[in-house]
Structure formats: structure tokens, C-alpha cells
């Protein structure tokens, strides 16, 4: 006897793949539009760059956020909280250090996003994650579109280092070599989830310290629309 025709099941499995994919494309959708709005809606929509005052940057590789701040002023040297020597290249000039924060198996498995896997992108949809503090250092970081120089008042600066010094890791915690010679992770507290990402923790940052920003920020677009972009002159 022969099997039944298989083309019904085919059908089938099309007509699923179809919805499923439709459904996909509709839930993706409604999260940009979410986000867009979320990032639309300003926190400290009063403030107002002041001629004088800290000079921090804003940085973005067009996904993750980081604060680049002075690694020594009157306020705070971070070389107490983030060691040089923590880093392959040790002796050179830093002017800079890059704060940010994210998910640890995404942070210490993705040099590229190349390297993001399919089920890491499910887990942390799901479950969440583990959080971790990437640390850069920097010298002399020249201003271009990735790398927007921000100033804020002195005092604005000083509640941006007093959340910052939450995450500073203490003595015998554990640490991560880093990408290239200049940079380090450390475990951090926090817990990554799709609502609260490494984006969303740099405007958090930036609005506690009264600091015009995003409400809902779960993309890097969301934090850089809110900063200037520089002017041909000052690159």
C-alpha cells in the first residue's frame, strides 16, 4: 500500500513557518516602535549644556553605549577604582577611561557580533543575565561621530562618579581579560534582562545625574539622539 501524499503536511509546515515568521516580524516591530517612543520621551528636559564645566563623551560602536570620562580631575581619580595595571599595556600615557556595563556571556563571547550566537540571544531574552563592567583605557580620544564630547557641570559629575563607584570592583573580584592590550572586565552588580541593557544603564547614569536623556533606552540610538553630534570644526 502505498504512503499517503505528503504535499498536505508540506503545506502545513509552510502555512506555520509563514505565521510564525509574520508573527516575528510583527512582535520585532512593535519593540522598535515601543523603544523609539520609550527613547523619544525626555528625562531632565529642562537641562542645558553649560559653557563651562567636565568634559565627558558619549561613545557607540552603533550598538553599546559607553561614558567616557577623565581618568584623573579634582572630583576622582579612577586609576584607584580601575588599576592601569590591570591592563596588558600598562605604561601608556591614559588621559581616558570607558565605563560601561552589559551582559557577562555576551561581553566575554562576543569580541564581534559575528561571534553572537542565536541561543545566547534567546537565553538573555528569556532569562536574563549576569552583569559585568567593561573597563577601556584611553589616550587622548579625538571627538568624531562615534565619540560626542558632552559637558556637564562639576557637580553633575560628581553624582555620575558616586553611581559609578557602586560598580567599581572590590579587592578579589574576579576579572576578565579584555579585547585588545588597553581594556578589562570585572563582575558588576545588576542583573541584564531585555528591559535593562547596557544602553539603558548609560542613560540611567546620565539622567540620575540630571542629565537630559531618554526615558526607555534599550538601544544605542536611543542614548546618542540625545547628545549633539560634533560640527565639522571641532573634529
Given amino acids: ?28 516591530g512593535l519593540i522598535m516602535l515601543v523603544s523609539w517612543l520609550g527613547s523619544s520621551i525626555p528625562r531632565n528636559s529642562d537641562w542645558d549644556e553649560p559653557e563651562n564645566g567636565v568634559e565627558i563623551m558619549i561613545e557607540t560602536n552603533g550598538v553599546h553605549t559607553a561614558l567616557v570620562l577623565p581618568l584623573v580631575t579634582p ?69 568624531d561621530s562615534s565619540l560626542r564630547p ?23 573580584t574576579p576579572r576578565y581579560t579584555g579585547y585588545y592590550r588597553n581594556d578589562v572586565f570585572y563582575d558588576a552588580p545588576g542583573r541584564y534582562t531585555p528591559t535593562n541593557t547596557c544602553n539603558q544603564w548609560t542613560s540611567d547614569i546620565l539622567a540620575e545625574a540630571g542629565i537630559r536623556t531618554g526615558l526607555w533606552t534599550p538601544f544605542a540610538g536611543g542614548v546618542m539622539k540625545w547628545v549633539p553630534p560634533i560640527s565639522d570644526a571641532d573634529r
Fill in 1 to 28: 500500500m502505498a504512503p499517503p501524499p505528503r504535499r498536505p503536511l508540506i503545506r502545513t509546515a509552510l502555512r506555520v513557518a509563514r505565521i510564525a515568521a509574520g508573527l516575528f516580524a510583527l512582535a520585532l
Fill in 75 to 143: 572630583e576622582k581619580d579612577w586609576r584607584l577604582d580601575f588599576p592601569t595595571t590591570h591592563v596588558l599595556a600598562q605604561r601608556r600615557p591614559y588621559t581616558h577611561v570607558s565605563v560601561s556595563w552589559g551582559e557577562k556571556t555576551v561581553f566575554l563571547e562576543t569580541e564581534t557580533w559575528g561571534d553572537l550566537k542565536l541561543s545566547t540571544v534567546l537565553k538573555i531574552a528569556g532569562l536574563g543575565g549576569e552583569g559585568l563592567i567593561h573597563i577601556a583605557h584611553y589616550v587622548r580620544p579625538r571627538p
Fill in 150 to 172: 558632552l559637558t556637564i557641570t562639576r557637580e553633575q559629575y560628581r553624582r555620575i562618579v558616586e553611581q559609578i563607584e557602586g560598580f567599581a570592583p572590590e579587592v578579589g
